[in-house]
């Protein structure tokens, strides 16, 4: 599986960016997709996912309402609609899929909010 991400970039405190994720390869294994974001000098930690099956999505505490994770089902595209962005948001973003025996990650896109 590959997945590549794209749509970072700088924005102005309150502003919005919508992050893309292409997944290609052996996606039918995949059950779960991710976002996650990795800030200078932090750990790498969980933003958002959506189950393949279907179910409600699920967010970290900081990101719940402004913060959108969904699928495109046409071409399985993951979204990440980001809205009201903070200086806190500011991180390199990565995509992940969890597959039956591995986990596979993005390249990841700098995601950089200015206050």
């Known amino acids: 599986v590959q997945l590549v991400e794209s749509g970072g970039g700088l924005v102005q405190a309150g502003g919005s960016l919508r992050l893309s994720c292409a997944a290609s390869?052996?996606?039918?294994?995949?059950?779960?997709m991710s976002w996650y974001r990795q800030a200078p000098g932090k750990q790498r930690e969980l933003v958002a996912l959506?189950?393949?099956?279907?179910?409600?999505?699920k967010y970290a505490d900081s990101v719940k309402g402004r913060f959108t994770i969904s699928r495109d089902n046409a071409d399985g595209t993951i979204n990440l609609q980001m809205n009201r962005l903070e200086p806190e948001d500011t991180a390199v973003y990565y995509c992940?899929?969890?597959?039956?025996?591995?986990?596979?990650w993005g390249q990841g896109t700098q995601v950089t909010v200015s206050s």
């Open positions: 992940n899929a969890l597959g039956v025996l591995k986990n596979y």
């Open positions: 390869g052996s996606t039918n294994s995949i059950s779960v």
């Open positions: 959506i189950i393949s099956g279907g179910g409600r999505p």
